[in-house]
C-alpha cells in the first residue's frame, strides 16, 4: 500500500530532479473528519425512505444580486436551506444532511472527495439509508460523480446533482433538479445503477455523462451512450436494466489519506514538449493527455512524451480532447489508451489506480476493461 511512504517513480533518479510527493504518513490517516449529521426535518415519518444529502456548494447553493444575475454569483446556502426552499422533499423523504464544504465545484479538492467517500460509504450502510444525494457545483461535477462511482461500493443509488442558475435567480433549476435527485436517491428502481447524475429531467450515469455547455441550462449528457433515464412529472422512468458499465472497478479507499498527483496536459498545434518534464518535476505520478483526435499529438511532443516515459516510467494515459469518442488500444507505444474516458475521467481512474499502488502493466490492464475484445 503506499499510503505509508513516499512513493518514487523507479527510475526518478536517473535523470531528472526528484519530484515532490506528498507523503502519506499514519500521522496523517487520522481524521476523514467526521461531519455533523443534521436531521432536516422536526420529525421522521417512519413510513418514508431516508435520502442523505451531502452539500458541497456550487450554483445550486449561491444567490445572486438580482432575479436576472446568472454569472459572478455567490455560493453560500446551506444545506438545510437548499431543502427549506423545496418543501415537496419532506413528503417523500426523510431528509439528513451533511455541509461537507460550501465551494464553487473548481474548488473541489481531492481532500473533500475523500471525505465524501468515507462518509457515503458509512451512511450508504445503513439499513434504514436508501440512497444519497451530493449537491454539486456543475463545472466539476462529472469528476466527482465518476470518483463515487469507482469509490463507493454500494447497490444504493448515488445522486450528484447541481444547478446552472442560481436560486435567486428567474426559473432556478435548482429546486427541481433537488426534488428530482432526492426522488431518485429513494427510488427502489434507482437500485445497481452505480453514482447517477440528475439536472434537466435527464438521468445518466456518472461514467460516461459530462457538461457539454458553459453556460445554458440543457448542459449535462452523454452522447455515445446515452441517458439511462428520463423524469415525467418527478417520476424517473428507465430506459433499461440495472447493469454495470464496462470497465467498472471498486477501489476501497478506507486508508487512503491522500490521491495520487495526475495532471492533464492539453495538445495543440506547436504544443510545447517541455510540459511533460515540467509536470513530472512538478510532482506527477502520472499524465493523461487531451489529445487531437483519437489520441494523437504533434511528433516533438510525442518524443519529449516518450523521453519522459523512458526515463521514468511514468504511466502515461492518451485521451480525446473532442468531447466524445474513442482511443483505441492499438499501436499507442509508451502510452495507455483512455478508450472511452474522457480527460478528465480518465485523470480519476489513473488517480485512483495510483494511490491503490498499481504498477504500469497493472493500469494498462485496469484501462483496457473498458475496451475488451469481442
Ligand atoms: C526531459 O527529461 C529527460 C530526462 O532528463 C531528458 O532526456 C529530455 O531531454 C527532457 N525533454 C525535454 C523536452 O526537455
Ligand atoms: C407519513 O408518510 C405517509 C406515506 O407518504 C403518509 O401517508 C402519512 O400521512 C405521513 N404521516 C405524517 C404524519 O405526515
Ligand atoms: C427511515 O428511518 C426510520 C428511523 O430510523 C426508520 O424507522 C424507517 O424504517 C426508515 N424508513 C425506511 C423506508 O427504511
Ligand atoms: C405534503 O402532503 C400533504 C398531504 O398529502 C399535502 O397536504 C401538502 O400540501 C404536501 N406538501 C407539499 C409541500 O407538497
Ligand atoms: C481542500 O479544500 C478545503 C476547503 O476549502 C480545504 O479545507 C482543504 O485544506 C483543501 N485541501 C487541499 C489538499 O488543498
Ligand atoms: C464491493 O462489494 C462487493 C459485494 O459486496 C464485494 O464482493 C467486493 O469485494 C467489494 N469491492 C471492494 C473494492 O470493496
Ligand atoms: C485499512 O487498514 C486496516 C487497519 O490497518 C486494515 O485492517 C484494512 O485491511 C485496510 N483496508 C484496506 C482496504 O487497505
Ligand atoms: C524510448 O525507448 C524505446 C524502447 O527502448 C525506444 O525505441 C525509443 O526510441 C525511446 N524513445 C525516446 C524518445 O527516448
Redesign the pocket.
Known amino acids: 500500500m503506499r499510503f505509508f511512504a513516499l512513493h518514487l517513480p523507479a527510475f526518478a533518479a536517473l535523470a531528472l530532479a526528484s519530484p515532490v510527493h506528498p507523503p502519506r504518513t499514519p500521522a496523517a490517516v487520522a481524521s476523514h473528519a467526521l461531519f455533523v449529521r443534521q436531521d432536516i426535518q422536526t420529525?421522521i415519518?417512519?413510513?418514508?425512505p431516508n435520502v442523505t444529502i451531502f452539500a458541497t456548494g456550487g450554483t445550486i447553493a449561491s444567490q445572486g444580486s438580482s432575479s436576472t444575475q446568472t454569472v459572478g454569483y455567490q455560493v453560500g446556502l446551506g444545506v438545510q436551506q437548499l431543502v427549506d426552499a423545496v418543501p415537496e422533499i419532506l413528503?417523500?423523504s426523510n431528509i439528513a444532511g451533511y455541509q461537507i464544504s460550501n465551494v464553487d465545484s473548481g474548488s473541489v479538492n481531492q481532500t473533500i472527495l475523500l471525505k465524501l467517500a468515507h462518509q457515503i460509504n458509512a451512511e450508504l450502510a445503513k439499513d434504514d439509508v436508501s440512497g444519497v444525494v451530493v449537491t454539486h457545483g456543475t463545472d466539476t461535477l462529472e469528476e466527482t460523480a465518476f470518483f463515487l462511482q469507482l469509490a463507493v461500493n454500494s447497490t444504493k443509488p448515488v445522486i450528484v446533482v447541481g444547478a446552472m442558475r442560481p436560486a435567486t435567480a428567474l426559473s432556478a433549476d435548482g429546486p427541481l433538479n433537488l426534488l428530482q435527485a432526492v426522488t431518485l436517491a429513494a427510488s427502489e428502481n434507482a437500485k445497481g445503477r452505480g453514482t447517477m447524475i440528475t439536472l434537466n429531467d435527464r438521468i445518466g450515469s456518472a461514467f460516461y455523462t459530462t457538461k457539454n455547455n458553459a453556460n445554458s441550462l440543457d448542459t449535462f449528457f452523454s452522447t455515445e451512450a446515452g441517458q439511462l433515464g428520463f423524469f415525467v412529472n418527478q417520476i424517473p422512468y428507465f430506459y433499461f436494466a440495472p447493469s454495470a458499465p464496462i470497465g467498472l472497478t471498486h477501489f476501497d479507499l478506507a486508508n487512503a489519506t491522500s490521491l495520487a498527483h495526475v495532471d492533464i496536459l492539453y495538445a495543440h498545434q506547436d504544443m510545447d514538449p517541455a510540459l511533460f518534464n515540467a509536470s513530472y518535476a512538478a510532482g506527477a505520478e502520472g499524465l493523461v493527455f487531451a489529445g487531437v483526435g483519437a489520441g494523437g499529438i504533434s511528433a516533438k511532443a510525442r518524443e519529449a512524451a516518450e523521453g519522459l516515459f523512458n526515463a521514468t516510467g511514468i504511466p502515461i494515459v492518451a485521451s480525446h480532447r473532442s468531447v466524445d469518442g474513442f482511443v483505441p488500444s492499438a499501436d499507442m507505444g509508451f502510452a495507455i489508451a483512455a478508450g472511452f474516458y474522457n480527460p478528465q475521467k480518465a485523470r480519476v481512474l489513473l488517480q485512483l489506480a495510483l494511490t491503490m499502488d498499481y504498477d504500469h502493466d497493472e493500469i494498462k490492464d485496469l484501462f483496457a476493461l473498458g475496451y475488451p475484445k469481442p
Open positions: 420529525a415519518n417512519a413510513s418514508l413528503n417523500i
